[in-house]
């Protein structure tokens, strides 16, 4: 069987059979989903192992120095005549993607087992909800495309409002109808962007698409409808405020996917699409988005400075670390757009772990508020040493993979042309240094100090089935810190002809500059009258 069809079809399937089993069976309940998530991370594993390996499956642009290698390939026709079928592939991108995915899932199925009210419901709508994430990833056709993106938006509505909590910072109705309605605005204007490009290649097959020249002026005007569509779920300064709000409503599980993956689909839906489609048009936009970049990682960082909330300290911090996604996109180098990738991987594992970990002693405390808590270390050992693991991941410490994949886009950045991508650069740094200030405060105040009595009964992860999420996503974060090398390849491998198709762009365009200018007509000779 086709890989792809094997990921995909797994959490669907089980989605099917949950359903089918009695409510009160909460322990068959967990173990379907368990096996469902395992089984996908096998195969991811499987996937990513051999995928150099695999035979070639499509090209788009064969023969050019843009040429687009798509592997493990499926492709069955459901409405021929217009271009309507059920295509699947992968690039390494979406190899890395699905990787995250499985990890994550796995992980947050374990945690969930914490979940009391309406099991049966709330495991249906996880593996509908990583479904539409999978088939995000893996699809080669603009309608199952957006099919899927749409169906890994929709159950989160039901996550966060059923089985989310209001605090003193956040109001869970206010957030899960923030987030839906400012998800749904930026799908519906992505998918007018995606319309937009069927009516010019009468095809919704992603991979014919990329040969399909498109005006530069038609580009000018679809770019901004299809990026900014895409970007409000990264989420782009200004439109990330649901984003934070999102995080602390939701329950730990939904956290980490949100923050570790649905956040991943708006960068790669900008990747995917936006950049891929319309190259000459990003080479026009993205050192703008350079700018805008700056926001996100500077005011993000200082947001989380500002708060007591320890999820919406790691929610804004997230904003932040994208900020860091973006800026490699703007860099347009090889090494700032496989940095933008890698690090989409390793911040999608970081903040899972960070997310569950909150969430393990939120269940325990009920309060998520970092002047409530202190001292929890004479307690939870095991979950503090968690804690600071992903506290230094996240603040870019040597020997974990953000270190490598922050270095990577900052590198990016500054050997950039462009000074609307060296300056932000330089603000990155700082924003590095402005995320150790929130996260050593937050572990100063969480887990050193005094302890207040009413704490000393809380019980820290010592069966294998608690640590073992939380020693899977460590396990990752430190593998690819050592041997970065493997995603570094499988990012390449997917951008290197998206940035070549943009390079090329710009030469043209600055081709064309040259040839408009009017230069000085030479002096004639003495005599040649």
């Not at 995915?101 to 249906?124: D, H, L, M, N, P």
């Not at 649905?262 to 839906?269: D, N, S």
């Not at 005094?450 to 974060?477: C, H, N, S, Y």
Request: with cysteine.
């Amino acid at each position: 069987m086709n890989l792809l069809l094997l990921i995909l079809l797994t959490p669907a399937i089980a989605t099917a059979v949950l359903f089918a089993i009695p409510g009160q069976r909460v322990t068959w309940v967990r173990g379907v989903a368990t096996l469902a998530s395992s089984l996908v991370l096998v195969a991811s594993l499987a996937l990513a192992w051999g995928y150099h390996d695999a035979p070639v499956g499509r090209v788009a642009g064969a023969g050019t120095t843009a040429e687009h290698v798509y592997k493990h390939t499926m492709d069955v026709d459901w409405v021929p005549s217009l271009g309507l079928g059920f295509r699947l592939g992968v690039d390494g991108i979406g190899v890395a993607m699905v990787l995250l995915t499985a990890f994550i899932i796995f992980a947050g199925v374990i945690v969930s087992y914490t979940v009391q009210k309406r099991v049966k419901e709330y495991y249906i709508n996880l593996m509908a909800l990583v479904t539409g994430v999978f088939g995000v990833f893996v699809s080669l056709d603009l309608f199952f495309y957006y099919f899927f993106y749409e169906l890994a938006v929709i159950p989160m509505f039901l996550l966060i409002g059923i089985w989310g909590s209001t605090t003193r910072t956040v109001d869970q109705q206010y957030a899960t109808m923030k987030l839906v309605l400012m998800l749904s605005t930026g799908a519906v204007a992505a998918l007018v962007g995606l319309l937009w490009l069927y009516t010019q290649g009468h095809t919704f097959d992603m991979v014919a698409l990329e040969d399909v020249k498109l005006a530069v002026k038609d580009q000018m005007i679809w770019f901004p409808v299809v990026f900014l569509g895409f970007a409000s779920l990264i989420p782009l300064w200004p439109l990330h405020s649901w984003s934070p709000a999102g995080h602390a409503a939701a329950p730990a599980a939904v956290s980490m996917l949100h923050a570790g993956v649905l956040m991943k689909l708006g960068a790669f839906g900008v990747l995917r699409v936006a950049m891929t489609y319309m190259p000459d048009a990003a080479a026009v936009y993205l050192p703008w988005v350079g700018i805008l970049c700056c926001f996100n990682i500077v005011y993000g960082a200082l947001v989380a400075i500002r708060h007591k909330d320890l999820k919406l300290i790691i929610g804004y911090s997230s904003s932040s670390h994208m900020g860091y996604v973006l800026l490699g996109l703007a860099s347009i180098t090889l090494v700032g757009f496989s940095g933008a990738v890698f690090l989409m991987f390793a911040h999608g594992i970081m903040t899972a772990l960070a997310f569950s970990l909150i969430g393990w002693f939120y269940d325990q405390t009920h309060t998520r508020m970092v002047g409530d808590l202190g001292g929890l270390m004479k307690v939870m050992p095991f979950a503090g040493f968690c804690f600071i693991v992903a506290a230094m991941a996240s603040a870019g410490l040597p020997g974990f993979a953000n270190f490598v994949s922050e270095l990577m886009v900052i590198i990016g950045a500054w050997q950039s042309d462009s000074l609307f991508t060296k300056i932000p650069a330089v603000l990155a740094v700082w924003g590095l240094v402005l995320t150790g200030v929130y996260l050593l405060r937050a572990v100063k105040d969480v887990w050193y100090g005094d302890m207040p009595e009413r704490w000393k009964d809380l019980k820290d992860a010592t069966r294998p089935i608690q640590k073992l999420p939380f020693i899977v996503l460590m396990g990752v974060l430190v593998w690819f810190g050592f041997r970065p090398q493997p995603m570094i390849d499988l990012a390449e491998d997917g951008v290197r002809p998206i940035l070549t198709r943009i390079q090329e762009a710009e030469a043209a365009a600055a081709g064309a500059q040259t040839a408009a200018t009017p230069h000085d007509e030479p002096a004639h000779a003495e005599g040649g009258r």
